[in-house]
């Protein structure tokens, strides 16, 4: 359904695209050619979400559902937002890569990035996993200087992704609860919010260590209650 959607706005924006603007960061950045980054390096990511699914095959249905919400949302930037491609850009060679891309993304579907926002999206659904995190951190990075570097994307896309996407994940949080907490009894991760904490998952009584209700006779911080050693004298004396 999301797909669907994202490709009827990418369509609709292309069809009505209009002038483009000008960007302070593109007007000084030099042009060069990065398709690598932005065709082989999306199928890369996708193979590594693939194995990363497999892996931890408790996360999936989150996933799915917050990377659908993803393209959901995007779709319907892409929508409102018909600015002209930066004239001086980078075509990348047409060939069955880049048609099968341009399923997803056109000359028109600008904002926000996606080469920026999915990386980002799936280093916070893996953000216990400190490696997955810091490669997918990395992934969005080199991402976004790819598709500024080919002048593919404007600046505000890029950044505009940056602060959208941890918004849509902590809507999925609140919109899949339920996949969410079953992710979390097979070993998923905490929410973002709960990140920092000690692990989240199902323990037994034995490994959660409790504290003695209080000081126990003869141990430290035990008093005998007043009177009692007195009157034990006393009897013993009579």
């Known amino acids: 359904g999301s797909l669907g959607l994202n490709y009827a706005a990418s369509v609709y924006a292309n069809a009505h695209q209009s002038n483009f603007v000008r960007d302070v960061l593109l007007d000084r950045l030099p042009l060069l050619d990065t398709s690598f980054i932005v065709n082989q390096g999306a199928v890369v990511f996708a193979v590594a979400v693939a194995a990363l699914a497999a892996r931890y095959p408790g996360r999936v249905p989150f996933l799915v559902k ?19 491609v930066y004239p001086q850009h980078i075509v990348p060679p047409q060939d069955d890569l880049t048609q099968a891309l341009a399923y997803f993304s056109t000359n028109g579907s600008l904002f926000f990035s996606g080469h920026t926002g999915l990386p980002l999206l799936m280093a916070l659904i893996f953000w216990d996993r400190r490696s997955i995190r810091m490669a997918f951190l ?26 959208i ?46 504290e003695p209700a209080g000081p126990w006779p003869g141990g430290p911080g035990w008093s005998e209650p007043a009177g009692v050693g007195s009157g034990a004298t006393s009897r013993g004396e009579g």
């Open 66 to 84: 917050s990377v659908a919400l993803f393209v959901g949302v995007r779709a319907v930037f892409i929508s409102l937002t018909h600015l002209g």
């Open 165 to 210: 996407t941890p918004t849509i994940y902590r809507l999925a949080e609140w919109c899949f609860s339920r996949d969410l907490a079953f992710g979390l009894t097979n070993g998923f991760t905490q929410p973002v919010h709960d990140r920092g904490l000690a692990p989240v998952g199902p323990q037994t009584e034995t490994e959660i260590p409790r």
């Open 138 to 163: 990395a992934a969005s990075a080199v991402a976004s200087a790819g598709v500024l570097l080919a002048h593919l994307h404007y600046t505000i896309d890029v950044l505009g992704a940056v602060f």
